[in-house]
DNA sequence: GTTTAGCACTCTCGGCCTTAGAGTGCCAAG
DNA sequence: CTTGGCACTCTAAGGCCGAGAGTGCTAAAC
């Protein structure tokens, strides 16, 4: 069951009946995109009333900020605040069919290189699967292990660096020299740093240097010397860099909802604005379970007719990073939810089986 | 001076006015997008003559097919056609700025990691300063150098495989083995690679290892069967895939011509749908010299009202790819080419320095 | 032969009105 | 509390009209 927590405020409770009423006027406003009519509310309702009654209750469901009227002589259309109650209280997920799962997690499984393409493919899938933009936080671990380390002499003072991490993440930068160093050098400190060090957590191998570095000052050996400043430089920065891919935004285009040319314009550009979506998702990496934000709860103004749903994926309790779809508001929730739920699971066993 | 090709076909001679006459025309039409009516081409085109004498004329080019009304009374836009003339034989480039050509290069030579990256940036680049979308295929060389090779064994069958090819460039794959390896063997099987083949061409070493294979057969020590096996699946595919990167999609939406969000939506995801470019940019490849494509000249339906811009870039004769912008027929050509030729060649020597 | 003025014609665009339809709010009766 | 009735409001779509822009054609001028 997922724990879908409200971001905003608490409700009065509202009678048995309303609740029922709003229910299903969102899942019918949902379905057609249309603002709902009292007529048509009282037939979708399958309660006895007459359009009249119906009108009170909507009026005073109005009263209360969850629905709106687009004008005087529109139906009704819900509000965040609406969705909202809906989402939390209102809203039955019902688990995903077997087969499909089954599909999802042979797409999953595919064996690839490394984190940000199996953040590409998954993005791809749940963009596929929910016809919504697909977004995936690259695995990034709190514990990052060195595998194992090789320097290359490029030129004169430059020396590109490869560093194996955890299971098979591979990285590379280039770093600027001091001195030149010859390819016979290099290698030893790379053995040396190989031999010490392999298996452990850079944050050890980082707080190791600084001390050796302190202590012996200049007693050091040509061999230490060229280690010590290999080493500084290549674990200066995190070598795992939060980053997200997104996926399918051309599923946004076609959703009649968003059809302000500007808006989405905007919206794409929040997509390659990377900063803006990862303090967000950064709010989502010690929620478990699946979270929604709707509209400018996500605190972006750019998202004003949008829907976040997010999951976090963790293996053996660590958050490894977060995952989701974003598209309108006008989203069938119902599905989406158990897609982006059962996709971070099957993608935190899928890191699982690669360790 | 660009060479501007034509791929359509060749044009009847027009007198000198008629032109002239065409080039204001398309020129005034470039600048604002509406149609151009007689009165108007009349007081632009600095000739003293009547909107009487400039509508015979256009009725002619009309005919011809270099013009199009789209109604009885709007004024004329031009054809693919017209365009096409307009570029072939009429259009003026002014050469780039110095300033400018300085900025272009300060952002050009910024170090980088690797192929992908720097071209991640030019597009970034090109689409920032013509405010269109800028594609850069990633450099692929005929001939890729092995600089050096490493295995790591990862679980019991797969092995890593960190390739560095020519100047910067790490690749890193996963091979599934036949049996089990130790690390000590690996280890010998890469230094006996990197000993044999460091530098030499990739085409060379997977040849030379054939030779091997079929000569001496199972006389193999366990040494070389090490290096065969890693070997063979190491250098089964090629290790420079194609590929390109687009940047500044966004840009596309705000030009008022491609508004139709059904026909934007469709370019989008031709963007993502790689192979489809990837044939247009290899006709590109061998042409030197900036290219440009018409509508539909570029072979798809869905670049009806899209002009691209294309050149090569090449490092001693070697063409490594070729990079350019996509965005409305109707585009400043006049600023646009230049920026696209001036980048290429910054761009090769941006690599030639690299090397 | 080319250029030009004149003129009738065509087409779009915006504003305005009208109508049909949908839905509301309120009131008074059940 | 519920309901039918009713007046009211608002939108969307269609039709009409006039202004404006631009054309093609013709006949006269150069």
Redesign the interface.
């Known amino acids: 069951m997922p724990s879908r927590d409200s971001v905003a405020g608490h409700h009065p409770s509202l009678n048995e009946r309303t609740q029922h009423l709003l229910k299903v006027l969102v899942e019918r406003y949902i379905r057609d995109g249309q603002p709902v009519g009292s007529r048509t509310l009282a037939r979708d309702a399958g309660l006895e009333l007459s359009p009249a009654t119906i009108r009170n209750v909507m009026a005073d469901l109005e009263d209360l900020g969850y629905l709106h009227s687009p004008h005087t002589s529109a139906g009704r259309v819900p509000t965040a605040r609406g969705y909202r109650l809906f989402i939390d209280a209102l809203l039955n997920v019902p688990p995903l069919d077997h087969r499909e799962v089954e599909i999802l997690r042979r797409r999953i499984d595919q064996?690839v290189?490394?984190g940000a393409d199996l953040a590409r493919a998954v993005s791809d899938l749940l963009s596929g699967v929910t016809r919504l933009a697909g977004i995936v936080m690259v695995p990034r671990r709190n514990v990052v292990t060195l595998?194992?380390v090789?320097f290359?002499p490029?030129s004169e003072n430059r020396v590109?660096v490869?560093l194996?991490l955890n299971?098979?993440e591979?990285q590379?930068?280039?770093i600027q020299t001091r001195r030149p160093y010859t390819a016979l050098e290099l290698n030893r400190a790379a053995q040396y740093l190989n031999g010490q060090f392999a298996g452990k957590g850079i944050q050890q191998v980082r707080e190791a240097l600084l001390r050796d570095l302190r202590e012996t000052r200049d007693s050091l050996d040509r061999l230490m010397q060229t280690v010590v400043e290999m080493a500084e430089q290549t674990f200066e920065t995190d070598p795992v860099g939060e980053d997200y891919v997104v996926a399918g935004?051309?599923h946004l285009?076609?959703c009649a909802d968003l059809?302000d040319?500007d808006k989405?314009?905007q919206l794409?550009?929040a997509f390659?604005h990377k900063s803006d979506l990862l303090h967000l998702f950064d709010q989502c990496l010690h929620a478990d379970g699946v979270q929604i934000f709707i509209g400018e709860e996500a605190g972006s103004s750019v998202l004003q007719e949008c829907s976040i749903v997010t999951a976090p994926y963790t293996v053996e309790g660590q958050v490894l990073g977060v995952l989701g779809v974003i598209g309108p508001t006008r989203m069938a929730y119902d599905r989406v939810i158990p897609v982006v739920e059962v996709t971070a699971r099957l993608l935190a066993a899928a890191l699982n089986d690669q360790d």
């Open positions: 064996p290189q490394n595998r194992h090789e290359l490029l590109l490869v194996v299971a098979q591979v590379n930068r280039i935004q051309t285009m076609q059809s040319l989405l314009r794409f550009e390659n």
